[in-house]
Structures are given as C-alpha cells and as structure tokens.
C-alpha cells in the first residue's frame, strides 16, 4: 500500500526540500514523489496530522535496555516500541547487561531479537571482558558480527596502558572506542555534583575535576595513538573547553551530551528525588549554558537521552542507596526543543552520530528508501506518568513543561505512528 503524507515541512538539511511545506508520496519503502500537492486514489494511505513535520530519523547513541538479564526494567521488545514512539528510527544499544555483552554471540543475540522492528538496533560492546577494565573484549570478532563502537557503559577505565592498546587495536579495524569520563579516585564516594547544593543539602560531592583529568588523560593518549575516540555523556563548561582545544589541534574526538544535562541542573536535588541521581551527576546552571552553546557551536556532536530504565526497588529508595539513572526516550525531544534551534537538534539527531558511529547517512529526497521521524515542535505540554511507555517510570522530566510531540516514524518499509 502506498502511504501519502500531507503538508510536511521538511527539517533535512541535504535536502533540496529543506524547510519547505511539501505532499510525499512513499511506496513499498520508497519516497517516489516530492510536491506542493499530490492526489490519492482509494487505496493509498493518507496521513494528516497538526503543523506535520518530518526529518531524517533520529539515531539515539545512548540506550540501555536491560535484556538480557534485566528485563524486569526493560525488555528488548517494549524499548524499541517506546523508541519508535519517541521518534527514533536507530538505537545504539549499551552493554550493561547480565551478562555483559563481551563476545561475538552475545552481539548476534541483540540484533537477532530486533528483526523485523521498524527501528534498528546497533549493538554498543563492551570494550573490556565483564566490563571490568582488565583485558580487552574482542572486539574485532565483535565488530565483524555488528557492533558499532566499543564501551563499559558508565565505567571508566583507569588503567591508562589498556587505554592506549584499545585505541592502538581498535585502528586495525576503524573501531570506535568510546571512553566514560570520570576518574573514580577523584570522585570517591561522591553521588552528586560537588558544590553549594552538596554542602546544602549534606550530600556527598564528586567535583568536576574528576571529568576534567579523565578527558585529559584520554585526549593526551589519543595524541599520541592516533585513532577515533568518542567520549560520551559529558557534563561541564571545563569539558567542552577541552573538547574543543583538541578538536582544533585535529584529534579524531567526537562527544554526546544528555538531553538532561541540557535542560536540567543540581537545583532539582533540593527534594531528594531519586529521580534526579544521574551519572555524570546534575551540574550548575552555568555548565548547562555551556554545553547548550556547544552543541549551537557545533563542539559538542551528539544529543543522546542516555536511556537507563531502573526498577522501582532500586530507584525509589532513600537518595544514597538509589542507582543512578534516568529513562529519556520519551523526552529528549520535547525536553532538548525548550533551549535549542530546531535545526541544531535536529543536526545532532541525524547527520552527526550517523557519521560518528559509521552509519549509512540518509536524505529526504525521491527514490531514496525512507527512513523518517515525524512530529510537531510547536506542542507545549506538562509531561506526566501517562506519557511514560517504558516499563520504569524513572523519569526526571514528569511535571515538567515541555515542548513538542512526535507522532512516530517510517523506516525498515513500517509506519509506527503512536
């Protein structure tokens, strides 16, 4: 059946339809024909939904699922359906799994379980066995079996030598080696950001040097490996500063941030809600000014939800004994649209990480096969329990204004509308 969208403005920049209202008419998969206005006949499926935006499909880098192992927050099955609602035609799926996922068939399990779904799932590895910064993984063979990058989600690794070999190893094969950056003897017990909301509210801080010295480090071992390094998740003014020193001196560093780093800061800790206990922790107004102006200034790459669906009995517990983690497919969107352009978002929604993580780039145009998320950045709305599809509900945005709806997506030849 062939499917007709009406009056579609068109958010893609490397198309030749950019920021223009237009009809799309869509064919087994296709895009056959781009116009100001196409006629139907009965059998065409035909889509008109309010002030109807569209965009290449989002790619988010940074989702956990919990298949394997805990599925009790997250099945493989339920998450690519809250992906698909949330906009997201590929996912980058994280390794903290039970088992870890370290080897060639734990990397097919994943694939395996996402066929036939409109959205794409894109295994992350871990980079080290069981993700216990010891001996790499195998990375090559983990590659060749689909992987598309390499990390112990939310673990750094201290030791500097397997560092330097993973990034010396991983260019035998153009891998990506993705590096978490926190050094744990800085951060000590610390479960928040150091400063005056620490010492207000008698929490334990980690101070941002802890990120600062890990970057460093990395950045000085990629100037001398050579090599793709991504660094994920960071969380500070001083850290895109660093960032974008090495970028000009020409080092292969590529980084994300959080939709919850952008929108949210250390002030949410006052009720000690669990649902504010993130890692990298919540930090000062100030540094999310900065990281807002490093993605406009195009330093930072990636906008990520850093999806981490955690069980009621390990979130809603006393603040302290509660993991860290948020849930944010449902909100990166309408979250990150309330402080930036909307082509900045987009950007770092499609073109970007495509390009960082080595994926096929796609474009909005005819006879191109069709890979699209479709929404409306004009919706304002208080975001509620009833907006959560994951099956934990650990969400920091809930009673929060947002801004924007996605109706859902095209891809994989699927129309998933919510």
Known sequence: MSTLLKNATIVDASSPYHHQQKDILINNGIIEKISDSISADDTTNIIELENLHISCGWFDTSV????????????????????????????????????????????????????????????????????????????????????IAFSDYNKPVESDNLMKVALLYAQN?????????????????????????????GLKGTPTLAEHIQIDRDLFLLEYTGGKLHIPTISTAKSVDLIKEAKMKGLQVTCSVSAHHLTLTDNELHGFDSRFKTNPPLRTD?????????????????????????????????????????????????????????????????????????????????????????????????????????????????????????????????????
């Open 286 to 418: 100030k540094d999310r000014k900065a990281l807002v102006k490093g993605i406009k200034s195009g330093v930072i790459d990636i906008i990520t939800s850093d999806h981490n669906p955690i069980d009621i009995e390990h979130k809603k517990v006393e603040f302290s004994e509660a993991k860290d983690g948020v849930i944010g497919l449902e909100t990166l969107f309408p979250a990150t649209n309330t402080v930036l352009d909307l082509d900045d978002l987009i950007n770092a929604l499609t073109t970007k990480p495509r390009a960082i993580f080595g994926l096929e780039s796609t474009s909005i145009k005819e006879d191109n096969k069709v890979d699209i998320t479709l929404f409306n950045p004009d919706n304002n709305f208080i975001f509620t329990d009833k907006h959560i599809a994951s099956t934990s509900k650990n969400s920091p945005f809930v009673g929060k204004k947002l801004k924007g709806e996605v109706y859902g997506i095209y891809a994989n030849n699927q129309l998933t509308l919510k």
């Open 64 to 147: 956990s699922l919990g298949e394997p192992g805990f599925e009790e927050r997250e099945t493989i099955a339920n998450g690519l359906k809250v992906a698909a609602e949330s906009g997201f035609t590929a996912i980058a799926v994280n390794s903290n799994t039970n088992p870890v996922i370290d080897s060639k068939s734990d990397v097919e399990y994943l694939i395996n379980k996402a066929r036939n779904s409109g959205v794409t799932l894109y295994p992350i590895a871990a980079l080290t066995q069981k993700s216990e910064g010891k001996e790499l993984a195998e990375l090559y063979d983990m590659q060749q079996s689909g992987a």
């Open 173 to 201: 094969f153009d891998g990506l080696v993705l590096s978490f950056p926190k050094n744990n003897s800085i951060s000590g017990e610390g479960i928040v950001n150091e400063g005056i909301n620490s010492t207000k509210l």
